[in-house]
Nanobody, 115 residues
Framework: QVQLVESGGGLVQPGGSLTLSCVAS??????????MGWYRQAPGKQRVFVAR???????TYADSAKGRFTISRDNVKSTVYLQMNSLKPEDTAVYSC???????WGQGTLVTVSS
């Protein structure tokens, strides 16, 4: 079964930036067929959608992410990225990636936005 491993989380000050990565344990050729999504779960809240990118590169964003976050992918590296700028305290959450077609999740990476 394909596994996903996220990285790049950490503590950042408000207004700062972070880039999250999610690597899939599959070949780039197969990875390129997956639609990949980023989701987040804030403390005490349900997990919500953040951004999605299709195999062809089409992107979709939650309203909270538009203009600040950018999702991208590198099929050669079987990796999807989430570039996050202008971070706010309300962006604090565990961020997880997902293969949409398979319903496979990574373990998540914690992002904390605080001064």
């Amino acid at each position: 079964q394909v596994q996903l491993v996220e990285s790049g989380g950490g503590l950042v000050q408000p207004g700062g930036s972070l880039t999250l990565s999610c690597v899939a344990s599959t070949s780039g050729r197969i990875f390129s067929t997956y639609t990949m999504g980023w989701y987040r779960q804030a403390p005490g809240k349900q997990r919500v959608f953040v951004a999605r990118i299709s195999g062809g590169g089409a992107t979709t964003y939650a309203d909270s992410a538009k203009g600040r976050f950018t999702i991208s992918r590198d099929n050669v590296k079987s990796t999807v990225y989430l570039q996050m700028n202008s971070l706010k305290p309300e962006d604090t959450a565990v961020y997880s990636c997902k293969i949409s077609q398979l319903g496979i999740w990574g373990q998540g990476t914690l992002v904390t936005v605080s001064s």
